[in-house]
């Protein structure tokens, strides 16, 4: 049996797991010390924040195989766009055997759903070249403009699917 749920702080151990999946699809290593446990403190933190965060599962037979979160976030307002609040997707992800069985857009569905609810304006994400079938799909559109991160001496990149070029202060 097939269930969509939103999740609950008692998920973040599945999410993580999750998670984890897409983090090594995408290059990145899931097994990195200390990961699991601050992916997991974080999720039981946001989930506890119902009209900032939520999360959705799609269970097969009692088991978590897909989920998505999603967050808003407050902009300064600008013209035409008085509203500043964006909502941004992250962590879609499903376990292999369970791809293209409609459960990612099941959980991008209740994602936007959500943020409908809300009345949130713009929803963005940073899709992968798997991903963004669905997404053009329900929607989104790539936008133009350079995105650009700094990323203090020490710490790792700036996340998953980013290439770092030089970075030299003139």
Known sequence: MTNLRRARPDDAAELTRLRGLMVAAMGGDPTTAGWAQACEAAF???????DLFAAWLVEVDGRAVSSGVGWV?????????????RGHVASMSTEPAHQRAGHGRAVLTALMG????????RVDLRATEAGRPL??????????????????AGAAGPGLGFALGPATPR
């Open 73 to 85: 976030e407050e902009h300064l307002p600008a013209p035409g766009t008085l509203d500043g609040r």
């Open 135 to 152: 997404y053009e799909d329900m929607g989104f559109r790539v936008l133009g403009g350079a995105t650009m991160a700094w990323t203090a």
């Open 114 to 121: 959500w943020f409908a609810s809300l009345e949130v304006p």
């Open 44 to 50: 039981t933190r946001r989930l506890a924040e119902p």
